[in-house]
């Protein structure tokens, strides 16, 4: 593939920069852009590498154009934390506004929301820059309006701050947009609907209130008097938006915005609220559907659901509307409401809640900005104006939102594959049929083996290893709690998150397995350390006798292992420890009865801190070997 001129001057420079020619370097270093820069540094970064001090003189230049800042805020540089600590210090220093902007212009349409907030309160001028912005987009949307999402970053990996971050410059979706207006979603790399924008466009409105303990809005009656609707605050928050909407915003947002509010109506207000137009739904728990292949007969079969359906037949609402209406709820809320088969359930057309009297109640800002951007497209879009595989990253969440998931037009999607996306996913399974149709599918007549489904948990990009590892946990419990046993589980990850994993002791004891989330470490996966992780995980190959060993029979099986023995022996060694890894420290000494035993702990545990509690002379071994380390001996 061709090269232009600064590309092959950037290539020098990375070359001179390794081979510390200073001369060159400092020749070459102005004239080349900053952005063809940062493209040579992308591809040689690593996450956790230290951005040098020439790479940051290099770098940084007097003015900044926005092809230069679109290259310098690309994902593969903002996810190292040492380069984002010097482009924060570099967008403090730099003097020229119009570079300052470009460079916060460059982190808006990367998805870089944190950082573009917290370069944003370092402006002198913040009006200035919000003008600026609002006319590129202006001009830039008139040609397209997808130019919208490109440049707002906003269907990418979306966060609170993400919405925050489009509050503060007052935007929203064009008055125009259709659902054209997304272009072609079908590569690989540009999911529009991914979990992350699921989250914040679908369901942050009711994590909000969640987080908050906001109850959802109750009709009621006192005396002769008007309908009065308490626990208001996401009423409010909802007229606020509706009207907002009416006044013009477009079809777009008219279309995807709920037109019902959810109202938990009393007695004496049901029958007003059902004359003004309200629906009363309640819980489906169960949907009924055929199944036959070619000239088979045609059988039907029964599905857990987690949708909602009006009570009367006559009332004859859209299910997509429906959706609508409860994605406004949290999924606490609505697994409660499934529960108890709650029917007091009542769906009231906004433009009839004008005539209520409602608490006049602020609603708390987080719950606002969530509301402004509260679109829930995807649950009444048939097509979902996405490429179909992009949908098996969000199949729990859609069920969870109502949607017929098995039956959906895309046959692919599994509703069990996603458990992990949030550890309070198995809990909002609630219903006798959810819990049966979990059990069915995490084990065989009720018990764990080796033809069982097993629990995907796989590492989540946006969280920490440390938190990744207590979703882990907790999403483990959750299913455990339901289904009563604990389950096959297979991991995918990173090599230190498998690591944490083990370590955490995370209570999985049927065949699992292991593997690696983006294919990059597989020399690891393959190693001995690998494969001990992997044992401590459940994932022992085909040697399941192993996972039924107590401690006493794992100690004796790999007491008789020797190092020097063929591959296969080492990895069963591996296993071995693995499986032993997954017991306390203590546990495996107070099992240990003979020498072998002792010395084979010794050999590949610590077994310092536990000094006291051993046969005197390999308390005596232990303890001399620990101060010959501690020498350099």
């Not at 987009?137 to 489009?166: C, F, I, K, M």
């Not at 009570?311 to 409860?326: G, T, V, Y």
Request: glycine residues 6%; hydrophobic residues 40%.
């Amino acid at each position: 593939m061709a090269t232009t001129l600064e590309q092959d001057a950037a290539a020098l420079f990375q070359r001179a920069l390794k081979e510390d020619h200073l001369a060159l370097v400092s020749a070459l270093k102005l004239t080349v852009p900053a952005g063809d820069l940062a493209d040579a540094l992308k591809r040689e970064i690593k996450p956790d590498q230290v951005i040098s001090q020439a790479w940051m003189n290099a770098l940084t230049r007097p003015t900044y154009d926005l092809l230069d800042a679109r290259k310098m805020t690309c994902p593969e540089l903002m996810s190292n934390h040492s380069y984002t600590q010097f482009f924060a210090t570099l967008f403090e220093s730099t003097k020229d506004r119009a570079s300052k902007h470009a460079l916060l212009h460059g982190l808006t349409s990367a998805g870089q929301h944190t950082h573009a907030l917290k370069a944003f309160n370092r402006l002198d001028k913040l009006d200035a820059f919000i003008s600026y912005f609002q006319n590129y987009l202006a001009t830039v949307t008139a040609q397209n309006t997808a130019h919208y999402l490109s440049e707002t970053g906003s269907t990418r990996d979306l966060t609170p701050a993400s919405l925050e971050w489009l509050d503060k410059l007052d935007l929203d979706i064009p008055a125009n947009f259709t659902s054209k207006s997304y272009g072609d979603s079908s590569g690989l790399s540009y999911k529009i609907w991914n979990l992350s924008r699921f989250q914040m466009n679908i369901a942050q409105v009711g994590a909000v209130a969640n987080e908050l303990g906001l109850d959802i809005p109750t009709a009621k009656r006192i005396g002769g008097g008007p309908v009065l609707v308490t626990n208001a605050a996401l009423a409010n928050a909802y007229m606020t938006e509706f009207a907002r909407i009416d006044a013009g915003l477009g079809a777009w947002h008219q279309e995807n915005f709920p037109r019902y509010l959810p109202l938990l109506a009393d007695a004496n207000s049901r029958d007003e609220l059902v004359a003004r137009g309200g629906i009363r739904v309640k819980p489906s728990q169960t949907n009924e559907y055929q199944y036959g292949f070619g000239t088979e007969e045609r059988k039907t079969a029964t599905n857990p659901s987690h949708a909602f359906s009006p009570i009367n037949p006559a009332d004859d609402l859209d299910p997509k509307a429906i959706r609508l209406s409860m994605s406004l709820l949290s999924l606490q809320q609505i697994s409660d409401l499934i529960k108890s088969d709650n029917q007091q359930i009542v769906l009231v057309p906004a433009e009839q809640l004008q005539a209520l009297v409602i608490e006049p109640t602020e609603p708390p800002d987080a719950l606002r900005v969530a509301m402004r951007y509260h679109r829930p497209e995807l649950l009444i879009t048939d097509d979902y104006n996405v490429y179909s595989n992009a949908l098996t990253d969000i199949p729990t969440s859609l069920y969870l939102r109502g949607y017929d998931v098995k039956h959906s037009q895309y046959q692919s999607l599994y509703l069990y594959s996603t458990l992990w996306h949030d550890p309070v996913y198995p809990s909002c399974f609630v219903s006798p049929a959810e819990i049966e149709g979990l059990t069915n599918n995490l084990t065989r007549n009720g018990i764990v083996d080796a033809d069982s489904e097993n629990l995907l948990i796989s590492e989540l990009a946006q969280l920490s290893v440390a938190e990744n590892v207590a979703n882990a946990h907790a999403v483990l419990q959750g299913v455990t709690d339901k289904i009563g046993c604990t389950p096959a589980v297979s991991f995918r990850g990173s090599p230190e998150f498998m690591k944490a994993l083990a370590a955490s002791k995370i209570p999985t004891t049927e065949p699992g397995g292991m593997a690696d989330i983006k294919g990059n470490n597989q020399e690891w996966f393959t190693s001995s350390e690998g494969k001990r992780v992997g044992a401590c995980l459940g994932s022992v190959g085909y040697d399941d006798g192993l996972l039924k060993l107590s401690i006493p029979e794992l100690l004796t099986k790999g007491c008789r292992m020797k190092d020097s023995a063929s591959d296969d022996v080492k990895t069963a060694k591996q296993r071995v420890l693995g499986l032993l890894d997954r017991h306390s420290l203590e546990d495996l000494v107070a099992n240990a009865k003979t020498d072998a035993q002792f010395k084979f702990l010794h050999e590949h545990y610590d077994l310092m801190p536990l000094v006291q509690t051993l046969p005197k002379k390999f308390s005596l071994i232990v303890a001399g070997d620990n101060f010959s380390k501690d020498l350099g001996l």
